[in-house]
């Protein structure tokens, strides 16, 4: 069966500070990924996705980047941080066929820009 | 852009009634609808869909309608039970993709 795993869990970061969250899917090739980032209180917003190595769709601007340097591995990093980076970062992949556009998300990743 | 609304923010209920949430959606080529469940701290899990060549769907005490006309569907939750508090999230997508627009969310509280 397919899993997916995120790390790390927490972080507390100083505004300036790089950031690399990393993602690893199991289970199934090829896979469609996504980060996704919750603010306190609210949805979700879709930040970036891939439908293979090195090839990534920016979906807002933002002050992140993401990297997908293999098939079932997808980062989400930063330069510099800023306070309106903290939030909860949730990486995930999709199903296809008959259960296409289901999302299957990661444990998530809190981070916390001081 | 494309837009979900999610109604109401909050609700609470006693614990054997119903909950109702209501999510409208902006994207008339939306073709998939899921709901989440996301307990305090943890990841979002789907608990139902339904894509828009069906009008309703159910799994035991959850059901999901659609009205593609009206461009609203609504997530209907009976016997409620204290486990199922949460926070509950609708979305929308157009491409049979993992790329979803999501609603504010809902917290819903089952008082025992």
């Known amino acids: 069966s397919q899993t997916i795993h995120q790390w790390p869990a927490t972080l507390v970061q100083p505004v300036g500070s790089p950031l690399s969250l990393e993602c690893t899917v199991e289970?199934?090739?090829?896979?469609?990924l996504y980060w996704y980032r919750q603010a306190a209180g609210r949805g979700l917003q879709l930040l970036f996705y891939s439908v293979g190595i090195g090839q990534i769709s920016s979906e807002v601007p933002q002050n992140l980047s993401a990297s997908r340097p293999q098939d079932r591995q997808f980062i989400l990093s930063s330069k510099k941080l800023l306070l309106s980076d903290s939030g909860f970062y949730l990486c995930?992949?999709?199903?296809?066929?008959?259960?296409?556009?289901?999302?299957?998300f990661g444990e998530g990743s809190r981070l916390t820009v001081l | 852009g494309e837009n979900v609304e999610q109604h109401p923010s909050t609700l609470s209920v006693q614990e054997g009634d119903s909950a109702v949430i209501k999510c409208t959606y902006s994207?008339?080529?939306?073709?998939?609808f899921p709901w989440y469940k996301q307990e305090l701290g943890k990841r979002p899990q789907l608990i139902i869909d339904i894509r828009s060549n069906v009008g309703e769907k159910k799994d035991q005490r959850i059901a999901v309608t659609l009205n593609k006309t009206a461009k609203h569907f609504s997530l209907h939750i009976t016997e409620t039970q204290p486990e199922d508090s949460a926070v509950y999230f609708c979305a929308a997508s157009r491409d049979n993709t993992g790329k979803l627009i999501f609603g504010q969310g809902t917290t819903l509280q089952v008082k025992p």
């Open positions: 995930a992949w999709s199903g296809d066929y008959q259960r296409a556009g289901e999302l299957f």
């Open positions: 289970g199934t090739s090829n896979p469609n």
């Open positions: 994207d008339s080529a939306s073709n998939y």
